[in-house]
Structure formats: C-alpha cells, structure tokens
C-alpha cells in the first residue's frame, strides 16, 4: 500500500454499474490520483488493469444491459471479479435492497481474502448497524472500510459534525435534500429504495415491485417523491459521536423523478446552545448546480482515498463519515 507515497494512481474498482457507478466512473475518468481498473453489474464484469474508458464502458452497458459483453459475462460477477482483479479499493455503488445486500457483499471480500479498502454510500440506520457488527472480522481480514459515504449520509453528516463544535449540547440536526432527476430509470435502486422510504411501503414491497408498477406510482405523484422522517443513518452516526440522539436528527427531501432541476436546496440545519447560553442555528447548503451524483460519488472517493491513509498505518475495522475527513482527490 505505497500507492500515495510513490505517486501511482490508486487502483479503484466499481461495483454496480446502474446511474450512480456510471457517474462514478465518470468522476474517476478525470482524476490523475486514482485509476478506474474494475467493474461489475449483475450480470458480468469488466477489468482491465491499465484503466477503464469509461464513456465505452458506459455505452456498452446502456446498448447490450451488462458490462460483462465489454467483459465477462457471469452470474457470479462480483466474487470473480474480486478473485481476479488487483484492485486497491472499490465503491460500492450497490443497492441497499434488502438491508443485509451489501453486508452479505463485505462476507465475499472476506472469505476471497482480499485486502484493501472499501467504501459504500448506504442510507439505512438498519443497514448501517448490521456493517457495524462486522468490525472484528474486517480487523482480522485487514479491511478498512468506510460506511455511509455519500451526500447523506455522508457529506451532510460530515459538516453537521463540525457544526455541532460550535455548541456546548445539540438540539437538533435536520437534513433537508433536493433532488432532480431527468430520467428515473438512470437511477432505478435509488428511487426504489426511496420508495421504501415512503410511509405507506415497506423496503420489502419496494424491492419486488416491478418496473410498470414504479412507472405508475410515479405518474399518480406526477414524479414527486415527497419523504418524511427517514431512516437515515445520519442518526446513528452522529448518536455514536455524543453528538445527540438520533431522536434529535431528521432527514427527508423531495425527490422530482421528471426533471434534472432540484425541487429545493439541499441543506442541514444544526441548532444548538453556545457555552454563552445562546441558542443558534448553522445553515450549510450545497449549490443547486451539484447534482445528487456529484454529492455522493466525490465525496465516496474521498473517503476511499483517505481510507488509504488508514491503511497504510495498518488501521482496520470500521468508520462512517462522520468519524474521518475525507481527502480531495486531485
């Protein structure tokens, strides 16, 4: 793991490859640090060790529906692709479908005996604890991982993290997102994952629907996915920090599934009371002109790169995205 010190691009793989692992080989494609090498869907994968053209790979998956006709066709892509790829680290650009989806991914790493870093960008506080238990096991494999890397979690649960420094006890912290999305179908894990969300869904109902019937959902809400105290894993994060209860965080947002414009400002609150006994309110906002993929895929590859850092310093186990600052990747 010399990968910084020697200046030779880290060697990142991609699992997953629907609108956000196309956007994060995208991001990957114009950065010198980091090297996209590796990816896989469901049905194949593709490696190839001196780097991925990633608007190739891109139009091979939307014009044949798998990466592996660029590569390899399997039903087992993940575990060969981790078999055979040298790979530093990957993203897992996954669903959260069900919640023990990318817990039961981590179990492959660990039985293949690979060793490196892995980040995920997961939103459930359920999912989350689940990745928690796993914190002896990662130990011994030599793992390190970063959990909930995304923009929320991730980015916002970040910069509620600092905010909360200003303050001698928490409130309240409440994140509010937007998201425009031009065509759902580029994102379909993502806006079915959010209609779990909904409070009339389960995770189990939104996981066995079909594609007709997320169309006709979407058009008897005109596309408007409005959500409500979510279970995100932003609570949990920062309860384990002594930040506050997760009682004293929310999160929801609007998600337009029709237009690529954001329907409101994505933002998060932190209120609280200085040591002067004065209660007052942060306000962070990201710009309306960074879509949802550039809020969560470079903050992902920040967290991977400063995973590296930990790694290097044999530090394993997991940490979420409150407990480390990511790095830019130049």
């Not at 006709?69 to 055979?84: F, M, P, T, Y």
């Not at 690529?260 to 990201?286: D, Q, W």
Request: charged share 20%.
């Amino acid at each position: 793991m010399d990968k910084l010190d020697s200046k030779q691009p880290i060697r990142v793989g991609v699992l997953g490859f629907g609108g956000l692992g196309q956007a994060a080989a995208r991001v990957l494609s114009s950065k010198r640090e980091m090297k996209f090498v590796a990816t896989a869907d469901l049905h194949g994968y593709l490696y190839q060790p001196d780097g991925i053209n990633s608007d190739q790979a891109i139009k091979a998956h939307q014009d044949k529906g798998s990466i592996g006709h660029l590569g390899q066709l399997s039903e087992n892509s993940i575990k060969e692709l981790i078999q055979l790829a040298e790979v530093d680290g990957y993203f897992l650009a996954l669903p959260n479908l069900p919640n023990t989806f990318i817990s039961d991914v981590v179990d492959i790493f660990q039985a293949v005996g690979w060793r490196g870093v892995l980040v995920d960008a997961l939103k459930r506080t359920s999912a989350l604890e689940l990745m928690l238990l796993k914190q002896e096991s990662l130990q011994k494999a030599e793992i390190t991982y970063l959990s909930g890397c995304g923009a929320t979690p991730g980015l916002l649960t970040a910069a509620a993290n600092i905010a909360a420094q200003s303050y001698s006890e928490v409130h309240q912290v409440e994140i509010t997102f937007g998201v425009g999305i031009a065509n759902w179908e580029s994102y379909k894990a993502t806006i079915r994952e959010d209609i779990g969300h909904l409070a009339e869904f389960s995770i189990e109902q939104a996981r066995t629907m079909t594609d007709d019937e997320i169309k006709l959902l979407l058009q008897s809400r005109n596309g408007i996915l409005k959500l409500e105290n979510m279970e995100h894993a932003d609570d949990l994060m920062l309860e384990r920090l002594g930040i506050c209860s997760r009682e004293q965080v929310k999160v929801g947002g609007i998600v337009d599934t029709y237009n690529a414009k954001k329907p409101l400002s994505t933002n998060v609150k932190v209120t609280g009371r200085t040591f002067e006994g004065k209660i007052s309110t942060h306000t962070f906002i990201l710009g309306d002109e960074t879509s949802m993929a550039a809020n969560v895929c470079g903050p992902a590859f920040g967290y991977l790169k400063s995973g590296f850092t930990l790694h290097q310093k044999k530090i394993y186990g997991i940490f979420t995205a409150a407990e480390i600052m990511p790095q830019f990747v130049t």
